[in-house]
């Protein structure tokens, strides 16, 4: 059975990004010094699914920073808009939460990292989502772009651990209750 799993960072009000997707305000609340996970969650990963937004902010990174398939789903992207150098590194599709999940299980995949904030809004309105590691920075942004938006009813979770960090981050593992 295939699963959807998040992990990521949000300001203490909730926002993953300012209003024009500008992220300087977490990338420089980073401390190379300390392990917040990320690495031993990429490495359970079998493949990255993220929206537009996400895949335009790491575009451009070189190296390319994902050794595992990456699927970017779009309505107005196309496989024409990748560097020839990601071509066989990323794929672009306009299915459905539930059809590009369909997809990957078709091929293999088991576990998928789930990125990007309406992607991530889409997969857990669709029932998509295991789990959710999120990384609270201090700070308050006051607008900008949510982790969380509107949905049809409560999706409820169970916590599962917390951890803080000497920088000031605070991180917590949600699985998604039954």
Not at 8 to 32: K, M, Q, V
Not at 38 to 67: C, H, N, V
Not at 89 to 113: C, F, I, N
């Amino acid at each position: 059975m295939i699963t959807g799993h998040v992990f990521i960072a949000t300001s203490l009000d909730g926002f993953i990004a300012r209003a024009d997707g500008d992220i300087a305000w977490l990338l420089e609340r980073d401390e190379p010094d300390e392990d917040h996970g990320y690495d031993t969650f990429i490495a359970s990963i079998d493949a990255i699914l993220m929206g537009r937004g996400t895949y335009e902010k790491i575009r451009d990174i070189r190296p390319w920073p994902y050794t595992r398939p990456v699927v970017v789903l779009s309505a107005t992207m196309t496989e024409d808009d990748l560097p020839e150098e990601l071509g066989s590194k990323v794929r672009v599709t306009d299915l459905s939460p539930t059809e590009a999940m369909r997809m990957l299980q078709s091929e293999g995949h088991r576990r998928v990292y789930v990125d990007g904030g309406r992607v991530i809004q889409s997969f857990l309105r669709a029932g998509l989502i295991a789990d959710m590691v999120i990384t609270t920075v201090p700070v308050l942004l006051g607008e900008g772009r949510r982790l969380f938006g509107s949905l049809a009813g409560d999706i409820r979770l169970q916590h599962e651990k917390t951890k803080s960090y000497p920088s000031g981050l605070v991180q917590s593992r949600y699985r998604i209750a039954a």
